[in-house]
């Protein structure tokens, strides 16, 4: 591997002129010590490239033969957008640099200028792309090293090593002025992870929640920009957008992933500008909102299908969050299980009740289609029936018949230990419990406790008990 090659990505340069071409390769070698170029004069073979190679940043000629710049940067911004174009022309006219912005170019420089000039723009998008491929690296690292968490994790409860890993990324990001998407099936706690972000965060502002699952593109565009009076019949007052309300804070566009495709349009341009009018207003306004989106569907799907814009999805997901399914976190079952039930007693004025141990083998083998919510109303109305001791397996009887064919019983008289085996005795068995407890709870104490059916405090005696003298 050559270890003098700048940047670590390749950056293409197109233009059918051979001698500009060589003389642009030299100039940026000079000034930005870039030299992973490739170097390209037939506009056709463009996207063949782009295909093969690990290219991120493109130069473009603007007038070529076959293929012309503007219609290369449409396709370029459609097929790759993670790659950054920028325009080298030999044409000086406002209108084909503006026209080249708005197909998505990152920008516009003609062929007489400046050299370092030139230089300084395409450090400034190396930079950006270099930066980009530092957040991913980041985000790999966190998802694999575990800190010490943020009080506003608290409420999420799991001792799942996903989502510790989930609340990791998030302490990292919650300040970033970028796009956060969280994506997971219905019902997982997105919204709860969304409250954990504007807590984590040192937004002063509100976070202002929007499913814009029902608005159809006048209604989303009311909700959001809000409207100027006398914009439409019946606007007898001006209203401010939830996009006002969100100032200083965050606006969560629940069900992002049913956004019909003319609203897709608006928001986009409401990503890439800062800026949006009001209905009925030329004046524009800035966002001062960082913007969350959730959706329980799967985007890359809608995207294949054209139902979700390429562009937007990936200025959506720069910060990425992704929940597990609740079947897919077992570990979390019992816990979440008896966090509802207590939220219940104390609702419906009753004393706890008992968590029989098959009703946990029935739960851990059923798929919660509806995840946490579904468990949170099996809780709950299982408690509304609830007189005293164990809880009833009759409330669970729509979940049996969901897992047919488990045999509860063979599950609760497996032995523990193999017949032949040497049994541990009492006093390490204990220990190991409370090892093992600790290590699923990330040294959780609360959640430890509550693992092991004993007092935090009685555990915390158990742990100053097993470190050694000082
Ligand atoms: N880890 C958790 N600990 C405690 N409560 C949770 C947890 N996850 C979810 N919940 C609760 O489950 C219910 C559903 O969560 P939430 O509304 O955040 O899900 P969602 O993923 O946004 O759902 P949807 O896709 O339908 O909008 C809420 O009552 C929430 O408080």
Redesign the pocket.
């Known amino acids: 591997m050559n270890t003098n090659t700048y940047p670590s990505f390749q950056v293409l340069i197109c233009d059918d002129d051979d001698s500009f071409l060589r003389s642009i390769s030299f100039a940026i070698e000079r000034y930005c010590g870039i030299n992973n170029i490739i170097q390209c004069n037939d506009s056709r073979e463009v996207l063949g490239k782009l295909n093969d190679g690990d290219i991120r940043v493109v130069l473009l000629d603007l007038n070529m033969p076959h293929i012309s710049g503007d219609e290369l940067i449409a396709q370029i911004t459609e097929l790759h957008p993670h790659i950054s174009v920028l325009i080298i022309s030999g044409i000086n006219q406002v209108e084909a640099a503006v026209k080249c912005i708005k197909l998505g170019a990152y920008g516009y420089h003609v062929k007489t200028e400046d050299p370092e000039r030139l230089s300084n723009s395409i450090m400034q998008v190396i930079r950006y792309q270099e930066l980009n491929l530092e957040n991913q690296a980041m985000r790999g690292y966190l998802l694999e090293n575990q800190t010490s968490l943020h009080p506003a994790f608290s409420?999420?409860?799991?001792v799942n090593h996903q989502?510790h890993s989930v609340f990791n990324y998030i302490e990292s990001i919650s300040n970033s002025q970028q796009p956060i998407l969280i994506t997971?099936?219905?019902?997982?706690?997105?919204?709860?992870?969304a409250r954990a972000i504007h807590e984590t965060s040192s937004c002063s502002g509100e976070l202002v929640c929007v499913n814009v699952a029902g608005l159809d593109d006048n209604l989303f565009s009311d909700t959001l920009f809000g409207h100027k009076k006398g914009a439409f019949t019946g606007a007898e007052q001006a209203r401010k957008g939830m996009i006002e309300r969100a100032s200083g804070g965050i606006l969560f566009l629940?069900?992002i992933g049913d956004l019909n495709l003319a609203s897709q349009v608006k928001l986009l341009r409401l990503l890439q500008e800062g800026e949006y009018y009001p209905v009925g207003s030329d004046t524009p306004k800035r966002i001062n909102a960082h913007i969350i989106a959730?959706?329980?569907q799967n985007l890359l799907t809608k995207k294949e299908n054209g139902e979700f814009r390429n562009d937007l999805y990936y200025r959506l997901k720069i910060h990425h969050v992704n929940?597990p399914p609740l079947r897919e976190r077992k570990q979390?079952i019992a816990l979440?299980l008896e966090?509802?039930l207590t939220l219940a007693a104390q609702e419906f004025n009753k004393p706890l009740a008992n968590i029989p141990k098959e009703l946990l083998i029935l739960l851990e083998n059923y798929a919660f289609p509806g995840?946490?919510?579904e468990l949170?109303a099996m809780a709950f109305d299982a408690m509304s029936t609830h007189q005293s001791g164990d809880l009833s397996m009759k409330a669970f009887e729509s979940v049996r018949s969901a897992v047919p064919t488990l045999d509860i019983q063979a599950q609760l008289s497996k032995p523990l230990f193999e017949s032949s085996s040497t049994l541990p005795t009492l006093k390490q068995a204990a220990e190991l419990l409370v090892a093992e407890a600790m290590k699923r709870a990330n040294s959780n104490q609360s959640l430890a406790a509550q693992l092991l059916g004993i007092s935090q405090p009685a555990l915390s005696k158990r742990l100053k008990k097993g470190q050694p003298e000082s």
């Open positions: 409420k999420i409860i799991s989502m997971g099936e219905s019902g997982v706690g997105k919204e709860l992870i629940d069900e959730a959706t329980h929940i979390d979440l966090h509802f995840n946490i919510r949170r």
